[in-house]
Every structure is written in structure tokens, then in C-alpha cells.
């Protein structure tokens, strides 16, 4: 019996979208690995902080990425050998994140590392450009969106209440950072012509995994 060739998929979308989530339990599901792209230039922008690197200094930011060793154990994200997954979930690390994913010298030091995972399939993918720009030959993309409201409410629920956040300010750092995102001359943030865009507002994240797993199946939603 033939082996069942493993698939590249994608999962783009702007923040909040539900994006983390659903990219976990459908790799879950699927038995495939999970990579984070956020959390990757999370990272960056978490040690650029540390050195004192402003995120439109490319000669620094290259500097950063250079001497960056970033490996994932599990769901942890460690960067020279010191755990960082919580240190990179705080919204100053969030718009800076934003800013350094926009720099050229950022996203190509990053490019070939995404591209060296997702090499033998097996793999889902969150971003904001896996299916335009990182795997463009995926097997199967997605485009995960919901309201601005609905966005802002989940980020609240997630992390708001413990940092202090209020929902309007949330609300109003995902308007900036959609902005940023989408308005950006490199790799800006869109859905590939040939994903599948979800409107998540009103979904949970079982369903929207249950329309994936429906879509790659071929099978009527």
C-alpha cells in the first residue's frame, strides 16, 4: 500500500482571527506539526528590544537575526537557549513585531527557516503570508477573518483582563496593526487567490476546523 503523502497548509489571517487555535487543533487532528510564523518574528522584535535595536535599523536588525538561534520544543518557542514564549505575548512585542516583519532584511532571514520546515509537508502554517509568499505551492490554503469587534473581544477574553487591557484599546491596536499589515510594500497582508477565506465571527473553532478538514476532503461544507 502507496503512503499517504503529507500536506503543506497554509492558514493566513489578521490578528485575532482565531488563526492560532484553529492552526493547533487541525495539526492535532491531522496528526502534522504546527509552526508559528507570529511567534517567530515575535522573537525578533523581542531581542531587537533587548539590544536596543530600533525596528527601521536594518543593519541591526540583520545583526539580530544573524546571531538569532531559534528553536521550538514542543508549544515552546526558545531563543538562545532561554524559554521566550510568554516574554514575545505582550502588546508593546506585538506592534513592534508588526514593525520589524515589514523590514526586507527581517523576512528573508526568516523566509529560509520557515521554508526548511515546511520542506517535507506534515506541517500547518499560521502567518500572514504563507500561502502568498512562504509556501506558495501549498497543498491546501486558508484565510481565516472575523469582525474587528469579534477580533478584539477574543484578544480580551485570551489576555486583556490579566495586562490591563481595556476591549476599546484593544480594539484600536488591531486597527493600527491592520493597517500596518495590509498597507505594507513587502509580503502585505491578503488573502491567496486560490485559499479558502473563512469568516469566523460567528463560528467556533471546532467548525471552522470541521470546514477545513470538509474542504480537504472535498467533501460540500
Not at 33 to 57: E, F, I, N, Q
Not at 79 to 84: F, L, P
Not at 125 to 145: C, H, I, N
Request: positive net charge; proline residues 3%.
Amino acid at each position: 500500500m502507496a503512503t499517504q503523502r503529507l500536506l503543506l497548509i497554509t492558514i493566513d489571517g489578521p490578528a485575532g482571527a482565531g488563526k492560532t487555535t484553529v492552526s493547533r487543533m487541525l495539526a492535532r487532528k491531522l496528526g502534522y506539526r504546527y509552526l508559528d510564523t507570529g511567534a517567530l518574528y515575535r522573537a525578533v522584535a523581542w531581542t531587537a528590544r533587548s539590544a536596543d535595536v530600533r525596528p527601521d535599523d536594518d543593519r541591526g536588525l540583520g545583526d539580530v537575526c544573524a546571531l538569532l538561534h531559534l528553536r521550538i520544543e514542543g508549544s515552546r518557542l526558545v531563543a538562545g537557549g532561554e524559554d521566550i514564549t510568554d516574554r514575545i505575548r505582550t502588546p508593546e512585542i506585538t506592534m513592534l513585531a508588526s514593525a520589524v516583519s515589514a523590514r526586507p532584511v527581517v523576512r528573508q532571514a526568516l523566509l529560509d527557516i520557515q521554508r526548511d520546515m515546511g520542506r517535507d509537508g506534515g506541517l500547518v502554517a499560521e502567518g500572514r503570508d504563507m500561502g502568498t509568499v512562504v509556501f506558495p505551492d501549498a497543498d491546501f490554503k486558508f484565510f481565516l477573518d472575523a469582525t474587528v469587534r469579534q477580533r478584539a473581544m477574543r484578544r480580551y477574553r485570551q489576555y486583556g483582563r490579566e495586562k490591563g487591557q481595556s476591549l476599546s484599546r484593544i480594539e484600536a491596536d488591531i486597527r493600527r496593526r491592520d493597517a500596518n499589515d495590509s498597507s505594507r510594500d513587502i509580503a502585505p497582508l491578503k488573502a491567496a487567490d486560490d485559499a479558502l477565506t473563512i469568516d469566523s465571527t460567528a463560528m467556533t473553532a471546532r467548525q471552522v476546523v470541521d470546514l477545513m478538514m470538509a474542504h480537504m476532503a472535498g467533501r460540500p461544507a
